[in-house]
Every structure is written in C-alpha cells, then in structure tokens.
C-alpha cells in the first residue's frame, strides 16, 4: 500500500505560479511510476502529466505542455508539479496517483492503484 497526500493548493491569480507537492508513505514510493491528474467541476478527471519511478522519463498532456513540469525527489518520496502562467481553465482540483512501473506511458485514471485526497487550485481571472 501506498499513502498519498497532496499540498501546495491555493488561490492564485492568471498568470501566476503554484508548486503541488504529494508525499508518499507506505511502499517504497520510488518503485512505482506516478502521475497527477485534475478535475474540474462537472468534467471528468483528466490526466495531466506523468513521471517514471526513476524520473528519466516524463509525459504531459498536450494542452499542458510548457507550462506544467512534472518532478519527484525519490530520496524524500515526494512528487511535484510545478504550473506557470497559470489561467482560470486551469481551475480544478488536482491529485496525484500512483501504479506500477511500465514501459508504456498511462494515462487513464483505472489504471492507476492508488491516489490521493487531492488538493484544490483555483485560478482568478
């Protein structure tokens, strides 16, 4: 089993920065591949962006892609997302999963073992 507990959600103005965080407890975190995802009201959970367990490889959403920056420190079992230039579509409450390594990147939510509260961002306008 592992725990996952997200931080770092917030209120924050367009175009401003906001750093998530979610430590991991239990199994040792750094074996598993993990991912955060987002949810907005009335949509469905949507993937954002993925990291392997060894962080050599990383994966975002098209509509992500270079504002968002998936990290992790596997000597602190902790996994970050960093999102820039942040806009009000951004809103939503975002969490962080985690599965079992795989070669292939994954990016639906059933596939994913175990996840977090989730923490919530909003954005401004």
């Known amino acids: 089993q592992v725990q996952l507990v997200e931080s770092g959600g917030g209120l924050v103005q367009a175009g401003g920065s906001l750093r998530l965080s979610c430590a991991a407890s239990?199994?040792?975190?750094?074996?598993?591949?993990m991912a955060w995802f987002r949810q907005a009201p009335g949509k469905e959970r949507e993937f954002v962006a993925r990291?392997?367990?060894?962080?050599?490889?990383?994966y975002y959403a098209d509509s992500l892609k270079g504002r968002f920056t998936i990290s992790r420190d596997n000597a602190k079992n902790t996994l970050y997302l960093q999102m820039n230039s942040l806009k009000p579509e951004d809103t939503a409450v975002y969490y962080c999963?985690?599965?079992?390594?795989?070669?292939?990147?994954?990016?639906?939510?059933?596939?994913?073992?175990?996840w977090g509260q989730g923490t919530q961002v909003t954005v401004s306008s």
């Open positions: 999963a985690a599965k079992n390594p795989t070669r292939v990147v994954v990016t639906t939510t059933s596939r994913y073992d175990y």
């Open positions: 239990g199994r040792t975190a750094s074996n598993y591949d």
């Open positions: 990291i392997s367990w060894g962080g050599g490889s990383t």
